[in-house]
């Protein structure tokens, strides 16, 4: 905004008549029927302003693919600051060092003739070596203090480029604006820790005694393993198809060792016909 100022006007050029016998158009209404106005803002960045845009299906969905993996980075985020996603220690000082890469990116790509779709590029570039360093852990054997400045710092700065350019992020996840969202909240987390509780359950193995040798041990764990997996079998699978259930809805449920999150996606679109 600093750079451009207010973008008032979106130039469309086209080389061929437009009509609705030839089919080459759609209009709004039916845009909306399967993307959404955040979409279409992210598929008009990733596109040179200068340049002739291609719509189609494809496009769009590549579109909606970029958000959602944005929607998700967030996510896990969000899980990570709340103590519910265990990692590896943090490297801090590599996180702010791609923070600054990018900022820095952005402007430059925002500087050239506002080339929105290498600015895209930093941000997912970010977002990438942020997913590198949350991934999954058992347990955390150091037992390391939660990086949440870096985190936050990263966040905010993707959140403000996000509402820099209109989109705003309301349909990958949930604000409690009013006492019905809050409320869904509060259900949804009572579901998957009601879930986890038993999954975790399902997935638990006794310890051998310590008077077993260690092999002996080893073996006795396995095969009471692979029995008790065989009698929990039937937990597992209801908690998988809970998850898949909910899938429909937009609720992605999202394992991680023996905890779970969970984010709000757009829902199937069949079930919204049915």
Same mark, same amino acid.
């Given at each position: 905004m600093e750079l451009l100022g207010v973008i008032r006007h979106l130039h469309v050029k086209g080389s061929e008549k437009m009509s609705k016998s030839l089919k080459n158009y759609i209009t709004i209404k039916d845009?909306?029927?399967?993307?959404?106005?955040?979409?279409?803002?992210?598929?008009?960045? *990733?596109? *040179?302003?200068?340049?002739?845009? /291609?719509?189609?299906?494809?496009?769009?969905? /590549? #579109? $909606?693919?970029?958000?959602?993996?944005?929607?998700?980075?967030?996510?896990?985020?969000?899980?990570?600051? $709340?103590?519910?996603?265990?990692? /590896?220690?943090?490297?801090?000082?590599?996180?702010?060092?791609?923070?600054?890469?990018?900022?820095?990116?952005?402007?430059? #790509?925002?500087?050239?003739?506002?080339?929105?779709?290498?600015?895209?590029?930093?941000?997912?570039?970010?977002?990438?070596?942020?997913? *590198?360093?949350? $991934?999954?852990?058992?347990?955390? /054997?150091?037992?390391?203090?939660?990086?949440?400045?870096v985190f936050g710092a990263i966040v905010s700065y993707i959140v403000e480029f996000l509402n820099t350019a209109g989109i705003t992020l309301s349909e990958g996840e949930v604000t409690p604006e009013n006492k019905h969202s809050a409320m869904l909240c509060s259900v949804i987390d009572e579901l998957v820790s009601f879930r986890t509780k038993v999954r975790s359950f399902a997935l638990a193995v006794p310890e051998a005694t310590g008077d077993m040798l260690a092999e002996e041990a080893k073996q006795w764990e396995k095969e009471e393993r692979r029995r008790l997996l065989q009698e929990r079998a039937p937990l597992l699978q209801a908690c998988d198809s809970l998850r898949q259930d909910l899938s429909l809805y937009g609720i992605t449920i999202k394992d991680r060792s023996t905890t779970s999150t969970w984010e709000l996606s757009e829902p199937n679109k069949e079930l919204e016909k049915s």
């Open positions: 845009f909306l029927k399967e993307f959404s106005s955040d979409q279409f803002r992210m598929f008009c960045l *990733r596109s *040179r302003y200068r340049s002739a845009v /291609e719509y189609s299906d494809n496009n769009m969905n /590549e #579109a $909606k693919s970029i958000l959602q993996i944005i929607y998700s980075f967030l996510s896990s985020v969000n899980a990570y600051m $709340k103590g519910q996603l265990l990692c /590896e220690d943090i490297r801090e000082d590599v996180l702010w060092e791609r923070l600054a890469h990018t900022k820095a990116a952005v402007r430059a #790509a925002c500087a050239d003739d506002f080339d929105t779709p290498r600015a895209v590029g930093a941000i997912m570039d970010l977002i990438h070596h942020g997913n *590198r360093q949350l $991934k999954a852990v058992t347990k955390q /054997e150091t037992g390391s203090p939660q990086s949440g400045v």
